[in-house]
C-alpha cells in the first residue's frame, strides 16, 4: 500500500513564498513520475508540476519561472518551491504519484495567497 504525506501549506501575502513537501511510503517501483496538482473553489483539479524519476519537469504555464518542482529519489520525497505567489495560486494542493497505470494521492494542503 502506497501512502502521500504532504506538508508545507499555509498563508502567505502576495509575493510571498511556501515550499510544500510530499512523502511517500510503501511500495515504490524505481520509475515513476511525481507531482502536484492543485484545485481551486469550483474549478477542476489541475496539473500544476511533474517531474520523473530521471529527472524531467514540466511546468503549467501558469506557474512557469514561478514555481520549482524537485525530488530526492533516496527519500521518495518530491518538493515544490513556490515563490511570487499570486491570489490565484490560492487552492488546494494535491501530491500525486503515478506508478505504471496506478494513481496514488495525498490528502492535500491549503495554499492560501493574500492580497
Known amino acids: 500500500q502506497v501512502q502521500l504525506v504532504e506538508s508545507g501549506g499555509g498563508w502567505v501575502q502576495a509575493g510571498g513564498s511556501l515550499r510544500l513537501s510530499c512523502a511517500a511510503s510503501?511500495?515504490?517501483?524505481?520509475?515513476?513520475?511525481m507531482g502536484w496538482y492543485r484545485q481551486a473553489p469550483g474549478k477542476q483539479r489541475e496539473l500544476v508540476a511533474a517531474i520523473t524519476s530521471g529527472g524531467s519537469t514540466n511546468y503549467a504555464e501558469s506557474v512557469e519561472g514561478r514555481f520549482t518542482i524537485s525530488r530526492d529519489n533516496a527519500k521518495n520525497t518530491v518538493y515544490l518551491q513556490m515563490n511570487s505567489l499570486k491570489p490565484e495560486d490560492t487552492a488546494v494542493y494535491y501530491c500525486n504519484l503515478k506508478i505504471i497505470v496506478h494513481n496514488y494521492w495525498g490528502q492535500g494542503t491549503q495554499v492560501t495567497v493574500s492580497t
Open positions: 510503501g511500495t515504490i517501483f524505481s520509475i515513476n513520475i
